[in-house]
């Protein structure tokens, strides 16, 4: 398999350019899917001066196998959102980022949401409102790499 290694270099240019695409849109909430879009959270926390950052987890991949299902828990409370960005670091097949989406929207009709990630894969079933590139091959991301 064809992997592509994500530097923390490449990572916090693209977190930069990411912020300045998304700070005119005035989300009031970041919402990161644990683990790949925490670091991703961490981050735009900080740069958009916000500690209204929740998050949620999922299980859909077990290492670099899809799994057959797909688990959403540990959902926050995010009553007086009115602008939640869910952060993901990549929109592999989308099933994850959908059913974020649709979870948190039935839990809270009230926000609006988007969603952002720094990849996105053409087969994608949904395109982020923000993503930065194309995934070249499977990611290795610096994150789950460089630790170990």
Known sequence: ??????????FLDDIRTLHRRIEP???DTLLPISRGGLTMGHFLGITLDTRR????NSIHYDGTRK????????????RGARKALILDDI???GETLIGVLETMQKRHP??????????HKPGS???PDFYLKTAPA??????????L
């Open 1 to 10: 398999m064809e992997k592509y290694y994500y530097s923390y270099t490449e």
């Open 25 to 27: 849109h005035g989300f």
């Open 67 to 78: 799994l057959d299902t797909l688990e959403i828990f540990n959902l926050p409370d995010l």
């Open 91 to 93: 929109a592999d097949s």
């Open 110 to 119: 009230e926000t609006d949401f988007s969603i952002a990630t720094l990849f």
């Open 53 to 56: 950052v929740f998050c949620l």
């Open 138 to 147: 499977w990611i290795d991301f610096f994150w789950e790499i460089d630790p």
């Open 125 to 127: 079933l949904i395109e």
